[in-house]
């Protein structure tokens, strides 16, 4: 049996890595992906296979596949290829970003089709799914400016950008489908006509375990605006203080997954 703390991380993108390979020489760490392959949704990209080929000769385990659901402060349930109850002294929560939803934008109007998130459109827009003839892109995270250079035979309108910082869609018009937004960009109003809309706002963290952590229950967020390797880093030091310091003060506690708060 290992004397060493035992750390698991949900999510196998560059901060989940950077986290991984920092926290190997201390640690037992196992890396869990929803996705078939580690890496996630970047599998092929070099940085990630570097990383993912480092961190496993450091003797990180990768359990591609499954999906943390549920954190206890001293065990996690997972579901999938490699899923069940599994005792661990710290989780990271490693699960990248998304762009806001139109409530979190606070856009009012109409409920109507064409509104769609800026990571919805890349993987359309990349299987060459067309979204629309006149497109209105809203926000200036990263995702944008991938949409626009992937869009082609469209007028694209990007707001929050090119000089608009200020500019954004405050209501949506149209049923079944969008048919155009307004825009505010300080005391100007504007209405646009468009037949879609990309919501590429600040980028925000998936929170797709959250619900499944018990209130008392302690876990660390590598997630961030910095550079993966420093979000890594923190999240390296604070698994392990907060794992070494369950790991020594660990006691017997009935198991809680499957059974009523």
């Known amino acids: ?68 659901i549920r954190w206890e402060g001293d065990r996690l349930l997972a579901v999938g290829t490699f899923g069940g109850i599994v005792a661990a002294d710290a989780f990271v929560v490693a699960t990248g970003h998304r762009p806001p939803t139109r409530a979190e934008l606070r856009i009012d109007g109409d409920r109507c089709a064409g509104v769609v998130p800026a990571t919805l459109a890349l993987h359309l827009l990349q299987q060459r799914v067309r979204l629309g003839t006149d497109v209105v892109i809203a926000g200036d995270a990263p995702w944008a400016k991938e949409c626009i250079e ?25 049923m079944p489908r969008i048919t155009g937004v307004t825009v505010v960009d300080g005391q100007d109003v504007e209405e646009i006509a468009c037949d879609c809309l990309i919501l590429a706002g600040p980028p925000l963290p998936y929170r797709n375990v959250d619900g499944a952590i018990l209130d008392d229950a302690p876990v660390v967020f590598a997630q961030g605006a910095d550079d993966h390797a420093l979000v890594g880093q923190r999240a390296a030091r604070a698994a392990l203080d907060l794992a070494q310091n369950e790991f020594r003060t660990r006691i017997a506690v009935e198991p809680r997954i499957g059974r009523p708060l």
């Open 150 to 174: 992937l869009m082609t035979g469209a007028s694209v309108r990007w707001l929050g950008a090119q000089g608009r910082p200020a500019a954004r869609v405050t209501a949506t018009h149209g």
């Open 1 to 68: 049996m290992s004397t060493r703390p035992h750390i698991a991380i949900a999510g196998s993108g560059l901060a989940g890595l950077h986290t991984a390979a920092q926290l190997a020489p201390s640690a037992d760490v196992t890396v869990y992906e929803r996705l078939p392959v580690a890496g996630g949704e970047h599998w092929e990209d070099p940085s990630h296979a570097r990383l993912i080929t480092d961190a496993q000769q450091l003797g990180v385990r990768f359990a591609p596949g499954t999906q943390v």
